[in-house]
C-alpha cells in the first residue's frame, strides 16, 4: 500500500486534521529515532543528515581548534613580559578602554618587526 492509499483509508476527521503533508511527516517520525541511520539502506537520508551534521561540527571544530591556538600563543607571549611592560599594557588598557588582549597582540607584531629588521641589518652586515 503506498502512502497516499494509507492516507485515504484514515477517518475523514483525521485526514481533515493533520493533512497529508502532516500526516506523512508524523508517520516518517514514527519510523524513525536517534541513530536511525545504523539501521539499514531504508535509513540512507538520515545517514546523510548525519553526514552533513558531522561536517559543519567539523568545521566549527577546526575555528575553534584555531582561535585556541592564538589564546594559548598570546598567554605564552604575556608570559614573557617583565612586570614594567605588563604594567603598560595593563594601564593603558584601564585608562583607553581598549582590549587587553589587541594590545598584546599590536606589542609582539611590534616586536616581531624590529626583530625581522634587526635580522635583515645583520645579513646585511655579514655581505
Given at each position: 500500500?503506498?502512502?497516499i492509499?494509507i492516507y485515504?483509508a484514515?477517518p475523514e476527521?483525521e485526514?481533515?486534521r493533520?493533512?497529508?503533508a ?6 516518517r517520525?514514527g519510523?524513525?529515532g536517534?541513530?536511525?541511520h545504523?539501521?539499514g ?5 538520515c ?10 561540527s567539523y568545521g566549527?571544530?577546526e575555528y575553534?581548534?584555531?582561535?585556541l ?6 598567554y605564552?607571549?604575556?608570559r ?10 595593563w594601564t593603558?588598557h584601564?585608562?583607553?578602554g581598549e582590549?587587553?588582549d589587541?594590545l598584546?597582540?599590536?606589542?609582539f ?9 634587526q635580522k635583515?641589518?645583520i645579513a646585511e652586515?655579514?655581505?
Open positions: 500500500m503506498t502512502d492509499e485515504r484514515l476527521a485526514r481533515e493533520l493533512g497529508f502532516a500526516w506523512k511527516h508524523e508517520r517520525q519510523t524513525h536517534p541513530d536511525c545504523r539501521w539502506s531504508s535509513h540512507y537520508d545517514l546523510l543528515s548525519e553526514y552533513d551534521k558531522l561536517d559543519s566549527l571544530l575553534e581548534s584555531v582561535a591556538k592564538k589564546k594559548a600563543e598570546r605564552e607571549r604575556i614573557t613580559l617583565n612586570p614594567r611592560e605588563y604594567s603598560e599594557l593603558r584601564i585608562s583607553t582590549r587587553f589587541d598584546v597582540d599590536a606589542k607584531a611590534e616586536v616581531r618587526k624590529n626583530t625581522e629588521m635583515h641589518r652586515m655579514r655581505r
